[in-house]
T-cell receptor, first 113, second 117 residues
Framework: AQSVTQLGSHVSVSEGALVLLRCNYSSSVPPYLFWYVQYPNQGLQLLLKYTSAATLVKGINGFEAEFKKSETSFHLTKPSAHMSDAAEYFCAVSRRNTGKLIFGQGTTLQVKP | ETGVTQTPRHLVMGMTNKKSLKCEQHLGHNAMYWYKQSAKKPLELMFVYNFKEQTENNSVPSRFSPECPNSSHLFLHLHTLQPEDSALYLC????????????????FGPGTRLTVL
């Protein structure tokens, strides 16, 4: 079975600081991994996805994530946080042959001025 | 309208009411999904449709009844709900189709915030 664990339900950073949101996955086969963002009162929007090509994946809004098989991790980073980055972030793994997404519990990012 | 739309955005209903949620996608996709998002819990996949055929029912209680009349529209009919069914219900779509790829990106609507009294 596949699963995703997001470490830290709330992360708070200062504007301009590094953003690091942690995601670890469990999968018996090579996974496909996704990060989605949800702004208040909106649906989820894809930030980036890993599909077994390059291990460093660049996404929208300056975010990137690195797939590390040895650590079973897919952490999301951004060098400099903006106030507009405040949102909830979801890591997800895709079940092979179905395309179904299994989501983590989400991490709320707070950006302080 | 572009993307995935959902109506209504907010719904309050009693436990004996019958109501329906509507989802429409304008992306030419073949697969559609219903998710339930409750506070403090991961998103839960409820139903998957591919080319109007239901391909997944994730042990959802029968008080939730989906309907997919065509690849662009998806409904969720609700009856005799419980207060614990209060949540944000999200619809999504993806390219899907035969030989659906696992890298399909899912596009989400804004959700319907449901409150059951």
């Amino acid at each position: 079975a596949q699963s995703v664990t997001q470490l830290g339900s709330h992360v708070s950073v200062s504007e301009g600081a590094l953003v690091l949101l942690r995601c670890n996955y469990s999968s018996s086969v090579p996974p496909y991994l996704f990060w989605y963002v949800q702004y208040p009162n909106q649906g989820l929007q894809l930030l980036l996805k890993y599909t077994s090509a390059a291990t460093l994946v660049k996404g929208i809004n300056g975010f990137e994530a690195e797939f590390k098989k040895s650590e079973t991790s897919f952490h999301l980073t951004k060098p400099s946080a903006h106030m507009s980055d405040a949102a909830e972030y979801f890591c997800a793994v895709s079940r092979r042959n179905t395309g179904k997404l299994i989501f983590g519990q989400g991490t709320t990012l707070q950006v302080k001025p | 309208e572009t993307g995935v739309t959902q109506t209504p955005r907010h719904l309050v209903m009693g436990m004996t009411n019958k109501k329906s949620l509507k989802c429409e996608q304008h992306l030419g996709h073949n697969a559609m999904y219903w998710y339930k998002q409750s506070a403090k819990k991961p998103l839960e996949l409820m139903f998957v449709y591919n080319f109007k055929e239901q391909t997944e029912n994730n042990s959802v209680p029968s008080r939730f009844s989906p309907e997919c009349p065509n690849s662009s529209h998806l409904f969720l009919h609700l009856h005799t709900l419980q207060p614990e069914d209060s949540a944000l219900y999200l619809c999504a779509s993806s390219q899907g189709g035969g030989g659906q790829t696992v890298t399909d990106t899912q596009y989400f609507g804004p959700g319907t915030r449901l409150t059951v009294l």
